[in-house]
């Protein structure tokens, strides 16, 4: 049995409060359902003295969304995502994805801004205090060894997993960001640094995978709709009922007659970030057939690139997500 360590709890109110509470206490954090924080603590795994509490802040709520845009708080639970009418009708790929996200519970307890800032997950971290202890930790934590690439030279390959960030980055959306010292949006694509194997410059890892400054918190996330697209979310998991993707799969596509114009695909489950695919413009412009297809499969293998860090060996997790990218594909194109 593990205990709890003693920490100070503060409840916000406001945004205000929160950002007060983040320049008064620099090693707090920020707990919004508190579904996998609370598990990372309980393990010994993080530690914080303060947690701040961002479930009852008011400017956090809002959830709008019509043919002309989506606005999602950050302390928006997934259950209310999920079961969002105008959600479902314009952004199917968020509310598939919200629905997708653990079991029941965890969906009425966990919210927006936890799910896009959840913590990557590897075998070797993911375990208890005595655990980790037995195989002298690994660099995410104290050690000082990558046990999943032991000549890694201090990077880390914990896996991202949250489902939403594929979904919203086939939308192309924005989060907004708010700190003591101002606010500023940025596209959600750039608030993830973990090493993929397609970025020019590698800034971050498994460990080091948001870009996110101190005392900075996710206040919303927004995205502007593209006339005529749609979009689908589909993933695939040990356990149907209650389970981390093996391999998530977003999708947004539009079809003009006979002709593919936009095709946008996105991965979660597989890197240290949610991979958004480079490349699908050029399978653009004629009609979906097998070429378009393995086009895809060569863009999923050169850019998905999974280590054995989950209970899954890596290379089935690249072609689980690929099938399931074209399986999306075919589906969408063809309603
Ligand atoms: C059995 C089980 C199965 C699960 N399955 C899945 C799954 O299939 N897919 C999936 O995506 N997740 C899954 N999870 C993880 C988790 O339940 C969800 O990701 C959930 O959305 C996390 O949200 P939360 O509000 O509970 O986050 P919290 O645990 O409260 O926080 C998570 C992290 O985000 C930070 N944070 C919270 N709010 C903000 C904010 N506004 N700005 C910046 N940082 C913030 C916290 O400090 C913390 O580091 C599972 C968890 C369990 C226990
Ligand atoms: S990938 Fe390596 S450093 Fe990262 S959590 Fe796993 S074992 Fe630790």
Redesign the pocket.
Known sequence: MEALHDFELVRAATLDDVLKARAAHPQS???????????NIRRGIVTPPVLID??QVGE?QAVNADEGALEIG??VT?NTLAQDDAMRRHYPVVAEAAH????PT?RN???????????TRCIFYNQSEWWRSANNHCLKTTGDTCHVAPKSHGVCFATY????APALLVLGAEVDIASPSGTRTIPLNDLYIGYARHDDAVEGDGKNFLS?EAG????AVRAANTSGLTSAYD?I?IRRS????VA?VAVALLRDGDALVDLRVAV?GTNPRPVLLEGTAELCGGPLNDDVLQGLDALARDQIMPMKTTFTPGHYRRRVASVLAQRLVTRLYAE
């Open positions: 954090a920020l707990v919004g359902g508190g579904t996998d924080l609370m598990v961002v479930t956090l950050a302390s997934l997708a996200i653990a079991g965890q307890m966990g919210t927006v801004g936890g799910n896009l800032c959840l913590d997993s949250g489902d939403l996110l900075e918190i996710v206040t993933k998991r209650i389970e981390y993707p998530g979660t």
